[in-house]
């Protein structure tokens, strides 16, 4: 039996800052102005919101925020965990406060100094003091330090068990690419490779080249999440959240599931994706574009099979029949996702979703979208939300 | 410092990447041949394409060019600097926050030159500068502190690359420094081999490090039900029992998957480096390095024999090896 808060949220504000690699002002400075665009965009004041949702590794607290961004009462604060995991979780987190009462404006925020502060690529070092130390422990003696080694070791083995080859690697971070070249807040805007630059990339961790690599951001991305009576008077037309879900699954570990019988596989996002669809009435043919999370360029395929838009081994063929593309099956990451746009932890896929329902993407596909997929990030407990047209 | 202090800290620090050092600037002099003469002689140089003038005109190249190694030395500030000091600059500026918070530890770690450009006689080098990348804080042999690295583009009289120069500085507190602070006594400044990243050690996993410190490999069993787990937790998911033993794993095993690192280099660990997943024979997987074979001859499915070796003078690990009989069907 699944929950069933479907169509009970509805996104009414999204705003993004500027994306770079050096922002020069706090995670904080980035956290606010990404919440005041949000706001901006739906018409309302900070007075409006009453609850906030953030990541775990975020550092700027609800309250900071609230502060500064001037929010009086808040009722509702929470935060979800598991690094870009969190990315739609938050939307979970938003829409249950709204369905349930709790809150009546949330707003979603992830702000992250991610290349000129703290970098991801530098792995998990011995310092750390969080409870998962020990976890970390039984990789870091031997050098299995960095995301990129997490998932290099997970897609040689997908890569093997299924025979999808680096061809399909490198469409996926193509076409994220070409999305990225055609828009002007995309790090990478104006820039696209071909296969033999492609092809000349250092290698990272096998068989991860550069360009399978998500960059490092400093950025921050926003989304306000009401209840639909609002959300009809406001400034933009609203965007329902159908159904929303997140698992995690029978031995799951943070990126390193490696003790599963088999783990070429994502089988919490088949389970989120299962439990959003039956929340949702609605089935993988329904879908018109998705957002997926794109750390690395084979977790994309892994997810449209896990989203069931094809079968196991499948994804390889599928994105090389052009799916991908602007006027392809399943148009993805039309903003040049975190391969190219930036990486905001995912939560500015979530406002790319937001722009293609609402028909305002810098990539819109020519046909409606009247529904989007956008996920979080896998190899943790994650999930995913389906967005629609407010009715 | 705290854990704000440092957070503080670093806002100010990381504020510093991508900052220029100095603008293009052209050297004071043109590229001639005492300057080069003497810097041939002081390094003992000896290749006549830089000193002997009618050597240099038969050559391929047709005239005497600068030793490219030489390329930083054509913009160095000289004497002035030792009398009156460097002027200020965003390397002066991030040399002095450092200072300022205890890193006044210095030591260059490496230079890295590479070259595009031949130059000669009566060509005129420019430089250009930035603060190109400051490193996370690490726990060096020499004490806590951060790597910074500036970039030093090189160029000709029509801007074309020359070559260009990064150079790598730890900026650390020194160990009587923070011994003082720590109220201890102060401890030997000696530069040691970098080891690899330790696992912590708490309740739930210490026996099993502490038994491989000892040359084995140890897979926690229940008690009640005698599954296998690993890595160890405190209770079985089976049955939920907390009584647990123990049995001493034959390493023998199949390769689950496997991964050679390339990008970042951690010091401490060795080339090539390459990790994999293993199914062992007892029937629980376990992550270590594969050692004893390139990358390229590895396969999914092979055979592969672990042993328990000190891989640094700190650490003991299991390494696999491919196990004589090749690939399994
Ligand atoms: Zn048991």
């Not at chain 1, 080694?149 to 040689?156: A, D, E, H």
């Not at chain 2, 034959?250 to 010091?267: A, D, Q």
């Amino acid at each position: 039996m699944v929950a069933n808060i479907k169509d009970k949220a509805v996104i009414c504000g999204i705003g993004n800052t500027e994306f770079s690699k050096n922002s020069g002002v706090s995670e904080l400075n980035l956290a606010v102005r990404a919440c005041k665009a949000a706001l901006d965009d739906a018409g309302l004041s900070p007075a409006d919101v009453d609850g906030m949702v953030t990541f775990t590794m975020d550092t700027s607290d609800e309250i900071e925020v609230a502060r500064a961004l001037g929010v009086g009462e808040m009722t509702f604060y929470g935060r979800a965990h598991y690094g870009g995991g969190a990315a739609t979780a938050t939307l979970h987190q938003a829409a249950m406060a709204v369905a349930t009462g709790m809150a009546e404006t949330v707003l979603c925020y992830r702000a992250l100094n991610g290349r000129s502060g703290h970098r991801f690529s530098s792995g998990v070092s011995g310092t750390i003091t969080t409870a998962d130390a020990i976890h970390w422990g039984w990789y870091t003696p031997y050098g299995l330090l960095t995301p990129a080694s997490w998932v290099g070791m997970f897609t040689q083995r997908w890569m093997h068990l299924t025979g999808v080859t680096k061809d399909a690697l490198y469409e996926v971070a193509k076409a994220t690419r070409d999305y990225a070249a055609n828009n002007p807040a995309a790090f990478f805007h104006g820039q696209t490779f071909d296969r033999a630059e492609y092809d000349a990339q250092r290698m990272i961790s096998t068989p991860l080249q550069l360009f399978d690599c998500c960059q490092e951001s400093d950025g921050g991305s926003a989304v306000l999440v009401t209840t639909p009576e609002r959300a009809r008077d406001l400034r933009q037309s609203g965007v329902a959240i159908r159904g929303v879900a997140q698992c995690a699954a029978r031995d799951q570990e943070q990126m390193t599931s490696f003790y599963r019988q088999e783990f070429a596989g994502i089988p919490e996002m088949e389970r989120a994706a299962r439990d959003a669809y039956a929340m949702s009435g609605l089935g993988p043919e329904d879908i018109d574009a998705a957002v997926i999370y794109d750390a690395f360029s084979s977790i994309v395929l892994w997810q449209l099979e896990a989203w069931d838009f094809c079968g196991f081994g499948e994804s390889g063929d599928f994105v090389q029949d052009g799916a991908l593309r602007p006027g392809g099956r399943l148009p993805v990451n039309t903003h040049g996702g975190q391969l190219s746009e930036a990486y905001i932890h995912g939560v500015n896929g979530i406002v790319e979703a937001v722009r293609l329902v609402r028909g305002t993407s810098v990539n819109q596909p020519a046909k409606t979208v009247e529904h989007a997929l956008v996920t979080s990030g896998v190899g943790i407990p994650t999930g995913g939300a389906l967005l629609g047209k407010q009715d | 410092m705290n854990d704000e202090q440092q957070q503080a800290f670093e806002q100010c620090l990381y504020r510093f990447v991508g900052r220029q050092v100095c603008a293009r600037t052209a050297a004071k002099d043109a590229v001639n041949e005492a300057m080069i003469r003497h810097w041939a002689e002081t390094v003992g140089d000896a290749n006549p394409a830089y000193t002997d003038a009618q050597w240099a005109a038969r050559s391929a190249r047709g005239r005497i060019i600068a030793p490219p190694a030489m390329m930083y030395s054509w913009n160095q500030e000289g004497f002035p600097v030792v009398a009156q000091g460097r002027a200020p600059d965003a390397q002066t500026e991030l040399v002095d926050l450092f200072n300022e918070n205890g890193f006044t530890g210095v030591l260059g770690t490496n230079v890295k030159q590479e070259y595009y450009k031949e130059i000669g006689l009566g060509e005129r080098v420019h430089l250009e500068m930035v603060i190109d990348n400051i490193s996370e804080q690490k726990a060096t042999a020499r004490g806590i502190g951060y790597f910074f690295e500036t970039l030093a583009s090189f160029s000709d009289q029509h801007g074309d690359l020359i070559g260009t120069q990064r150079f790598r500085v730890l900026k650390f507190i020194p160990p009587e420094t923070a011994a003082a602070a720590d109220g201890g006594g102060a401890e030997q400044d000696t530069l040691q081999t970098p080891t690899r990243i330790a696992a912590p050690r708490g309740h739930d996993n210490s026996w099993w490090w502490e038994a491989c410190d000892q040359g084995q490999v140890l897979i926690q069993r229940c008690r009640n039900c005698q599954t296998l787990r690993h890595p160890p937790r405190p209770m079985c998911g089976e049955c939920q029992s907390l009584d647990w033993d123990s049995i001493e794993s034959c390493l023998e095993g199949e390769l689950l998957s496997f991964t050679e690192l390339h990008h970042p280099r951690i010091p401490g660990y060795p080339l090539p480096l390459i990790c994999g997943v293993i199914r062992l024979r007892e029937g629980v997987n376990l992550v270590a390095n594969i050692v004893g074979a390139e990358e390229q001859a590895l396969a999914i499915g092979m055979r592969v024999q672990g042993k328990v070796e000190q891989v640094d003078e700190k650490t003991m690990l299991p390494q696999f090896y491919p196990a004589e009989n090749g690939v399994e069907k």
